[in-house]
Structure formats: C-alpha cells, structure tokens
C-alpha cells in the first residue's frame, strides 16, 4: 500500500517558522501533482500549496510570500516551509499526492494522516 506519512508539526510561537515534510513510499510508478492543505478547527479544509512534478507551484492568496514548497522526485518527497507563522495558520496539514501505481491504471488521489501545527504565544 501506498503511504504518505508527515512530519515537522508541532507548537510554535508567532513570526516562527517550520518546516514540514512528507515523504511518500511503496509501488509507485510516478507521482504527479504533490500538495499541502490545512484545516483549522471548524472550517473545510483548504488548499495551501501544491507542486507539479516539472516544478511550478501554486499557492493560496493567503500565504503567498509566506509559504514555500517544494519537492524531491528522486526521494519521492514534498516539503512545505512557513515563515512568519499566525495565529490563523494553527491547523492540521495535510500532505495529498497523486500517484500512478501502475502503467495500466489511473492516478489515484492518497492522502497523508495530518500533521498539528498550533500557532500560539
């Protein structure tokens, strides 16, 4: 089975950054699109950066010049950096991916279990 499994959540105080990874393992064929999306307590999850496999990135208007990502295709790998975090941004992260597990199939959508980022002073 194929697994996403996060990393580099945790407590931090305002103007603090971290840095989050997800690193993606078993049959995989390829891996297309790679993102990040949060949700905060009592809202829908969103979208807060994803990459393509050639590189170009796409950020949501609320974290632009903040927010970072990037990707290793040769480890399979998909990090989020965050500068300057707030309050707003406490949330669980989310690492999502779209994998190709085999040449005969389509792309299935996985998703990693989340990982806590809490904003707080």
């Known amino acids: 089975q194929v697994q996403l499994v996060e990393s580099g959540g945790g407590l931090v105080q305002p103007g603090g950054s971290l840095r989050l990874s997800c690193a993606a393992s078993?049959?995989?064929?390829?891996?297309?699109?790679m993102g990040w999306y949060r949700q905060a307590a009592g809202k829908e999850r969103e979208l807060v950066a994803s990459i393509s496999t050639g590189g170009a990135t796409n950020y949501a208007d609320s974290v632009k010049g903040r927010v970072f990502i990037s990707r290793d295709n040769t480890q399979n790998t998909v990090h989020l950096q965050i500068n300057s975090l707030k309050p707003e941004d406490t949330a669980v992260y989310y690492c999502?991916?779209?994998?190709?597990?085999?040449?005969?199939?389509?792309?299935?959508?996985?998703w990693g279990q989340g990982t806590q980022v809490t904003v707080s002073s």
């Open positions: 078993g049959s995989i064929v390829s891996i297309d699109t």
């Open positions: 999502n991916a779209k994998i190709l597990l085999s040449h005969w199939a389509a792309e299935y959508n996985y």
